[in-house]
């Protein structure tokens, strides 16, 4: 019986050793604390590598460096969010504060606060650069384009004001540029000798709008480029319709007004009015009217933001605002710190009473001086009328009759 039991016991001890190691797992590898998954990996080498092609100062970077530099900051990065901060400081190396990048839709408050101390932190760790804080226009406040006529010295001058274009859609843009157009057409009509084009306090927005709108006073044809990594792309404005030209002359229409195009007095004196809170797409309007001949500019130094970004979708909702392009006359000279005025004006800080705008003021007296008055008015010639000569009245005769 020894023998049985003996075996009984030998099997027992088989079967527990057998059970215990079935019951353990194999050995996991240790996850790392940098790790990166693959979808955050692939998410943030896609805005990497839009920023590398698109990016206006994409040929300054060292990308190797920054892309290991990127990735070491978005070490444990579970999905596309987590990599925003390396993304914050990503942008940050190309020396542009005018890109961005604009959250996707459906972020919780808490998740947004963290990632603004993020952007924050990164913004704060670029070089800083002593520069005085603009003063704010204070016509900044303009809503809506707006026009009269000016009349001096018997002449009739169009005034105009261009606020910002913040339209999101082609309804809201062609609106603006309609808006415009008629004002346009309303002063037209009242024989202007020359115009007065305010973009004080315009921010920017959409440049296509107030291109088509202000277009007639421009003048026809290329009035301006896009300077970008790859060449130079033209603006133009013809017929009422607005766009970029490639090299071999074919048209991408921006924006186009189904009216028929109005004619204006070609080549009339334009006097530019701009402030510091003329910005962006307001600059890129003055740099169109640069070069133009017979113009000038009055008021204050613009913002130095004349430059254009293009927005790049990324698969999260998020997207990319990136410079791709810094703005040039039609004669190719860029304006990389923004235009400085022909006749400077200081800054104010509340609209000026009526009759106290300096800059207006001094842009009607350089209309005044660069056109013509208007001609004499002819000389009145009395109309002399004859007296008519009078006839002798016939005499009475006075018939006696009989009695």
Same mark, same amino acid.
């Given at each position: 019986?020894?023998?049985? @039991?003996?075996?009984?016991?030998?099997?027992? @001890?088989?079967?527990?050793?057998?059970?215990?190691?079935?019951?353990?797992?194999?050995?996991?590898? #240790?996850?790392?604390?940098?790790?990166?998954?693959?979808?955050?990996?692939?998410?943030?080498?896609?805005?990497?590598?839009?920023?590398?092609? %698109?990016?206006?100062?994409?040929?300054?970077? +060292?990308?190797? +460096?920054?892309?290991?530099?990127?990735?070491?900051?978005?070490?444990? #990065?579970?999905?596309?969010?987590?990599?925003?901060?390396?993304?914050?400081?990503?942008?940050?190396?190309?020396?542009?504060?005018?890109?961005?990048?604009?959250?996707?839709?459906?972020?919780?408050?808490?998740?947004?606060?963290?990632?603004?101390?993020?952007?924050?932190?990164?913004?704060?760790?670029?070089?800083?650069?002593?520069?005085?804080?603009?003063?704010?226009?204070?016509?900044?406040?303009?809503?809506l384009p707006d026009g009269h006529i000016v009349t001096l010295d018997g002449r009739n001058f169009g005034y105009i004001s261009l606020p910002r274009c913040s339209a999101k859609d082609n309804d809201g843009l062609l609106l603006y540029a309609s808006d415009v157009r008629r004002i346009l057409t309303e002063l037209s009509a009242q024989g202007p000798k020359g115009w007065i084009v305010d973009l004080r306090g315009n921010g920017g927005g959409n440049m296509w709008p107030m291109l088509t709108g202000i277009g007639p006073v421009l003048g026809e044809g290329v009035v301006g480029y896009f300077v970008t990594a790859d060449g130079n792309i033209p603006w133009f404005y013809q017929d009422g319709k607005t766009g970029t030209r490639t090299a071999t002359g074919l048209e991408a229409v921006s924006l186009s007004l189904s009216d028929s195009p109005l004619r204006v007095t070609p080549m009339a004196p334009v006097a530019v009015l701009m402030d510091d809170g003329t910005a962006s797409s307001a600059e890129a309007i003055a740099?169109?009217?640069? !070069?133009?001949?017979?113009?000038?500019?009055?008021?204050?130094?613009?913002?130095?933001?004349?430059?254009?970004?293009?927005?790049? %979708?990324?698969?999260?909702? !998020?997207?990319?605002?990136?410079?791709?392009?810094?703005?040039?006359?039609?004669?190719?000279?860029?304006?990389?710190?923004?235009?400085a005025p022909d006749q400077p004006y200081p800054a104010i800080s509340a609209l000026p009473p009526a009759g106290s705008d300096a800059a207006l003021l001094g842009a009607q007296t350089w209309l005044v001086a660069n056109t013509a008055p208007p001609p004499p008015p002819a000389p009145i010639v009395p109309v002399v009328r004859r007296k008519a000569r009078q006839r002798p009245r016939p005499k009475k005769v006075i018939v006696h009759q009989g009695s």
């Open positions: 019986m020894k023998y049985p @039991i003996r075996l009984l016991v030998c099997s027992l @001890i088989l079967f527990g050793a057998t059970c215990g190691f079935a019951s353990k797992k194999p050995p996991q590898p #240790a996850t790392s604390p940098t790790a990166i998954t693959p979808d955050a990996a692939a998410f943030l080498n896609n805005a990497l590598d839009i920023m590398q092609q %698109h990016s206006l100062h994409a040929q300054s970077v +060292d990308w190797a +460096d920054l892309r290991t530099e990127a990735f070491k900051r978005a070490a444990g #990065a579970f999905n596309p969010i987590d990599t925003y901060p390396a993304l914050y400081w990503a942008l940050v190396q190309l020396n542009d504060p005018s890109s961005r990048l604009r959250l996707p839709p459906g972020l919780y408050p808490d998740q947004i606060a963290l990632l603004k101390q993020a952007e924050q932190e990164a913004a704060e760790s670029a070089p800083r650069v002593a520069q005085s804080a603009p003063t704010p226009s204070p016509f900044a406040s303009r809503g740099v169109a009217f640069h !070069a133009r001949p017979d113009t000038r500019f009055f008021g204050q130094h613009t913002a130095g933001k004349s430059t254009a970004a293009q927005g790049f %979708h990324l698969d999260d909702g !998020a997207e990319l605002y990136l410079t791709t392009a810094i703005d040039a006359d039609r004669t190719g000279k860029q304006f990389p710190d923004g235009l």
